[in-house]
C-alpha cells in the first residue's frame, strides 16, 4: 500500500512539472473577486453551486488532496480558515507561494487522505476534494475519516470520474476509430499496464454507497461531460447526518 502512495506522489510531482493544466494557480482576479464575496470554484466547465458552499467565511475548511494554489487560497480570499492536505509536496509548494504573497493564513499538511489522525473529531465545516479518489484503492478509509473530522451537519464536496472513464478502451481503425466496453469495475491500471501511472476507477456503489454507509446524506449532484464520451464527472455534496440538522 505504501509502494501505491510513493509512486502516485512522484506521478502527481512530475505532472506539476510539467505544468499540467489542472495544476495552474488561483489568477490575481480570481482571488480579487474571491476578497469582494464573488467566490468561484470551478467543476471542469461549471462553477459549484452557490448554495452549496453558502455562508463559507468564518467557517474551517479542509481542502482534502487539495494542493496546488487554486482552492485554498479562493477559499482564504472568501474569509474561510483554510487546511489543506495533500501527498504532494510540489502541489503543496504552489499554495505556500501563495499564502506568502497574499498574506494569507493557510495551514499546509503534507499527508496522505486515507489517514487524518492529525485532525480531531468535528475539526471542520467544509470539505473540499477535488478529483484524487482514482488514485486509492479503497474509497472507505476516507469516507470515515472524513465523517469523522466534520461537525454535524459539515458538508463534504467530493468530485470523481464516473465508471465509463474506465470501462471503454478507445480502437483506432479506418472510419475513425470507436469506443469498446472491455473492463469490469472496479478497475486498476496495474492489472492491464506495467507502467508507472496507477490509477482505480470505482463503481458509483462504492461512491455513493459508502457516503451513506458512513452515515453521509447526499444532498446534491451533478455531472460535466467533456469532449471525450467517456470522460464523464460527477459532484456530490453530502450531510453529516445529525438529529439535529
Not at 489542472?22 to 470551478?42: T, Y
Not at 458509483?204 to 467533456?226: H, K, N, P, V, W
Request: hydrophobic letters at 40%; charged letters at 25%; one cysteine or more.
Amino acid at each position: 500500500m505504501d509502494n501505491i502512495f510513493e509512486q502516485v506522489e512522484k506521478n502527481i510531482d512530475s505532472l506539476v512539472a510539467d505544468s499540467v493544466d489542472w495544476a495552474a494557480c488561483a489568477s490575481q482576479k480570481q482571488l480579487q473577486e474571491a476578497r469582494m464575496g464573488n467566490l468561484k470554484l470551478r467543476f471542469w466547465d461549471r462553477d459549484i453551486p452557490q448554495e452549496w458552499l453558502k455562508d463559507i467565511s468564518g467557517k474551517r475548511v479542509l481542502c482534502l488532496a487539495g494542493g496546488g494554489g487554486l482552492q485554498a487560497p479562493l477559499l482564504a480570499c472568501a474569509g474561510a480558515k483554510v487546511t489543506v492536505i495533500d501527498l504532494s509536496n510540489k502541489m503543496l509548494d504552489k499554495d505556500r507561494e501563495i499564502a506568502k504573497r497574499e498574506n494569507l493564513q493557510i495551514e499546509i499538511v503534507k499527508g496522505n487522505i486515507c489517514d487524518l489522525s492529525m485532525f480531531g473529531d468535528c475539526s471542520f465545516d467544509f470539505i473540499l476534494n477535488p478529483p484524487s479518489l482514482m488514485y486509492l484503492p479503497d474509497l472507505n478509509p476516507v469516507f470515515r475519516e472524513c465523517y469523522r473530522v466534520l461537525t454535524a451537519g459539515g458538508v463534504f464536496i467530493m468530485m470523481a470520474p464516473n465508471p465509463i472513464n474506465y470501462v471503454c478502451d478507445y480502437v483506432d481503425d479506418e472510419n475513425g476509430g470507436y469506443y469498446k466496453a472491455v473492463h469490469r469495475m472496479p478497475f486498476c491500471s496495474r492489472d492491464y499496464d506495467d507502467s508507472d501511472w496507477i490509477e482505480y476507477g470505482h463503481t458509483m456503489e462504492a461512491y455513493l454507497g459508502g457516503l451513506t454507509d458512513c452515515g453521509f446524506l447526499i444532498s446534491g449532484y451533478m455531472e460535466c461531460q467533456m469532449e471525450d464520451i467517456t470522460e464523464l464527472y460527477f459532484m456530490t455534496r453530502a450531510v453529516k447526518y445529525s438529529e439535529t440538522v
